[in-house]
């Protein structure tokens, strides 16, 4: 079953994001108050603990929630395998899957934290199509 983990927010881009006990998520915009909200295709960032745990084998030091600035981490699901259009409905929210990965910007603060980034490569974007709250616990459902 898979699940939200946690919901983290960050005022600046390209920093790790800050866990928060749960979100407001507007339609077609984002996580009300990050920096990454907007009228644009990667509203929302998910990451997989399953993907933290990977960069902790590697050797990765003082990884929690959110340091991959993902607004959603989560936990039981391949985020990664989803395809571009899935409809996920988590917690309140109705989301929808615009992008696999992305490229590692310059400087990236994650990067120069722990060595790698596993965004790039497992991490996943989404739009709102229904907006609504989240929290640590909420279940992420696929939608047919």
Known sequence: ????????????????????????????????????????????????????????????KGLCTGKFAENLTTEGINLWELPIGTKLRIGETIQEVTQIGKECHAGCAIRSLVGDCIMPREGIFTKVLTGGKVKAGDLIEIIE
């Open 1 to 60: 079953m898979a699940k939200v983990l946690a919901v983290n927010i960050s005022e600046k881009k390209g920093v790790p994001k800050k866990g928060i006990p749960e979100g407001n998520f507007i339609e077609d915009f984002g996580l009300e108050g990050d920096a990454h909200a907007g009228k644009w295709h990667r509203q929302v960032s998910l990451l997989g603990v399953e993907s933290v745990n990977k960069m902790k084998e590697m050797g990765a």
